[in-house]
Each structure stands twice: as structure tokens, then as C-alpha cells.
């Protein structure tokens, strides 16, 4: 059974940075895209980033600008997300997920596509 965990979240103040961690369990990340997505109190779940594993390739939403970043871990298991430069609008849970479609160059921004996630880092930033 594929899990996925995510850690690194936290209280911070709007400037400083944080690094998320995903780590799969029960199946690599090999072949594979992996997303992150957050939910803000009240909102949507929406779209960060996502990678596609063998590609090595990342997609960003919109309101990223530069500050997000998601890669690969030393192991095929582990993605994080970098967020620097973070503001109080930043504040949400973040989530972890994955799918496996056997294309490496799949990857969507659709939440409903994803097979597997996790249960969310919570990242609170204050001003």
C-alpha cells in the first residue's frame, strides 16, 4: 500500500523560508509525477507544483513567482517543496500526492487525478 507523509511544516514569520518533505512508502517515486497542493481555511484545495520524476521537470502555479520549488530527494522516495520569502497568504495545509500513469511526461494540476495522498503539513505564517 502506497503512503505518502509529509513533514516540515510549522509557525513562522512572513519572510523566513521552510522546506516541506513527502516521503513515499511501499512504492518509489520512479515514473511518476508528484504534487503538492494546498487548502487555506474556508478555500479550495489548489494547485502548488508538481514534478515529473524520470524527467526531472516542474510546473508551478501561477502565484508561485519564484519563491516555491519542489525537487527530488537523494533517494527515489522523498520530493520536498522550498518555500521562501513566506507570506501570511502562504498560510495553509499543504499536501503531498502522487500518480502513476507509466508516461513521463504526465503531470496534472487537477487534484481529482492524483492516486495516492497524504494527510497535510500544516504551515501557519504570521506578520
Known amino acids: 500500500q502506497v503512503q505518502l507523509v509529509e513533514s516540515g511544516g510549522g509557525l513562522v514569520q512572513a519572510g523566513d523560508s521552510l522546506r516541506l518533505s513527502c516521503v513515499v512508502s511501499g512504492r518509489s517515486f520512479s515514473s511518476s509525477a508528484v504534487g503538492w497542493f494546498r487548502q487555506a481555511p474556508g478555500q479550495e484545495r489548489e494547485f502548488v507544483a508538481a514534478l515529473r520524476w524520470s524527467r526531472n521537470m516542474a510546473s508551478y502555479a501561477d502565484f508561485v513567482k519564484g519563491r516555491f520549488t519542489i525537487s527530488k530527494g537523494d533517494d527515489r522516495n522523498t520530493v520536498f517543496l522550498q518555500i521562501n520569502y513566506l507570506r501570511p497568504e502562504d498560510t495553509a495545509v499543504y499536501y503531498c500526492?502522487?500518480?502513476?500513469?507509466?508516461?513521463?511526461?504526465?503531470?496534472?494540476?487537477?487534484?481529482?487525478?492524483?492516486?495516492?495522498w497524504g494527510k497535510g503539513a500544516q504551515v501557519t505564517v504570521s506578520s
Open positions: 500526492a502522487v500518480g502513476f500513469r507509466g508516461d513521463s511526461s504526465w503531470y496534472t494540476t487537477s487534484s481529482a487525478s492524483y492516486d495516492y
